[in-house]
Each structure stands twice: as structure tokens, then as C-alpha cells.
């Protein structure tokens, strides 16, 4: 299905501790992994991962470069059942992750660990999807309006939850027809007119394209940013940018 998100990629700095740290914990699985001359991307998910669920990509770099974080993205969230916030979270401790934010802490509502490379991961309550299935991820906008209508306008993509509390908003956005285990997109709205630093530890956020040509042009028939098109990635995906910067890539999947 068109406009669905395919995975979200992250950059780690020592590819097989990250890798041991997401199989251990999180309990996911290698599903694919390319090797070029100077980068090994890795994609992981659970086992039993649905159609229209999203895949986590760690890019390594073989330079050893290391990497800012910045404020411009969030967070990825990952699902637990409703009834184990807790007993996940605990878990996570027994095995030695960081004590981040506990769910206590959180009013019993989430929590969040940090993986090695500092990226920050939300446990969420959801009564769908595989555990640890990859359920959001977060990036924070300047202009909501703008940000919203961006994912509506380019990407058709629904608003389907939102959340406003005094200082900040939440909007989480999904293609009309995507089923609950497929990703969304949270977009952070804070009121005080703060501004962001996108860092180089996050990389982007992929949506699926059936066409990936025909899917290109409308995108640019809907003045989307032409940052790196399909034909100067050799017609295997194309790149685009949100209004606040954040690198979407467009990809018609393969069957290999």
C-alpha cells in the first residue's frame, strides 16, 4: 500500500552493540541488510512483523564519524500489551538498560529508555500489534499548521489522534486506510516559539510507494521538495524534506 511507513533510520557509532542491544531487549530480528563500500544499513523488527508495519534501519558509518543528537527528532515509540508497562519497563532494568523515565514517573501512562548511541525510546500501552512493534515516531515541528498541512496535503495522510496540553500539542498522522499496527507520525508542537537543531544522529523516516515514478510525480505536482530524486538514486528511491527539514525517503519495495 502507497503512503504507508516502511521503517525509521537511525546512525549508531559501533553498529554491533547497537545490534545486540535491539536483539537482547527488544527481542527483534535481522530482516535485510545492505553493504556498501562505506556504510552497513541494517534493518530489524519483531518477529512476527505485520505487513504494514515499520522496520528500524541502523546505518553505520566505516569512518568511526561520531554524532549529534539535536532536538529536532524525538523519539521512536515501541508497544507494549495495556497490562505491561511495568513489567516491560522492569524487565529492560533486570537486563541493564539505563533508568531513563520510569513509568512512574510518567504517571503511569509510558516510559522511555535510551538505546547506546542516546536515541530516546518511548514504551507505549497499545491493546494492538506485536510487543515492541515499532508504533510512532516523533519529530517536532515550528509551525504546526504548516507541518500538518504538509503530511495532508503531499502524503493524504489523516490526523488521527491529537493531544493539547498547556505549553505543547501532539498530532499523529497515518495514510486514511493504514491498519493500527502500521507506524504514524507524531508531530511536536511546542508553544513557547522555540526552534530546532536536527543533529546527524537521525536519519529519516521512509514511506512505501507502489509506483515509485508515478508516486515521485505527484509529490513534485504537489510542490514537495525535490531534494534527491529518484533518477540520482539510480531510480531506487528519491529523497524529500519536511518544511522544518526532516528527510523523508520515498521507496518502492523490492521482493528480494
Known amino acids: 500500500m502507497s503512503g504507508i ?3 525509521v533510520m537511525l546512525r549508531v557509532e559501533d553498529l554491533e552493540e547497537s545490534l545486540e542491544w535491539y536483539q537482547t531487549h527488544l527481542d527483534y530480528e535481522e530482516k535485510g541488510r545492505w553493504e556498501a563500500d562505506t556504510f552497513t544499513n541494517v534493518y530489524l523488527g519483531p518477529e512476527n512483523l505485520h505487513e504494514e508495519g515499520a522496520m528500524l534501519e541502523l546505518t553505520y558509518n566505516h569512518d568511526d564519524r ?3 543528537m539535536g532536538d529536532a527528532w524525538g523519539h521512536i515509540a515501541v508497544r507494549v500489551p495495556e497490562d505491561e508497562l511495568e513489567s516491560s519497563y522492569q524487565q529492560l532494568m533486570d537486563e541493564g538498560v539505563d533508568d531513563y523515565r520510569d513509568p512512574e514517573s510518567c ?3 509510558y516510559a522511555f529508555v535510551k538505546d547506546p548511541d542516546g536515541h ?3 514504551i507505549v500501552k497499545r491493546d494492538y500489534g506485536e510487543k515492541w512493534s515499532l508504533d510512532h515516531t516523533m519529530m517536532r515541528v515550528e509551525d504546526a499548521d504548516e507541518s500538518i498541512g504538509f503530511w495532508t496535503r503531499k ?3 489523516d490526523q488521527t489522534k491529537r493531544w493539547e496540553s498547556d505549553t505543547f500539542a501532539n ?3 497515518k495514510p486514511e486506510d493504514a491498519s493500527e499496527e502500521a507506524m504514524t507520525v ?3 508542537y511546542n508553544y513557547d516559539g522555540r526552534t530546532y537543531d536536527m543533529g546527524d544522529a537521525w536519519g529519516h523516516v521512509c514511506v512505501r510507494a507502489d509506483d515509485l515514478g508515478e508516486y515521485w510525480e505527484t509529490l513534485m505536482e504537489r510542490e514537495a521538495e525535490d531534494y534527491r530524486d529518484p533518477e540520482s538514486c539510480d531510480n531506487r528511491y528519491g529523497f ?3 518544511p522544518d527539514g526532516h528527510e523523508i525517503e520515498i521507496l518502492e519495495p523490492s521482493d528480494d
Open 5 to 7: 511507513l516502511d521503517h
Open 66 to 68: 561520531t554524532y549529534e
Open 107 to 109: 504517571n503511569g501512562r
Open 120 to 122: 530516546e525510546i518511548e
Open 155 to 157: 502524503f493524504e495522510y
Open 171 to 173: 498530532y499523529f498522522l
Open 186 to 188: 507524531e508531530l511536536t
Open 240 to 242: 524529500t524534506k519536511t
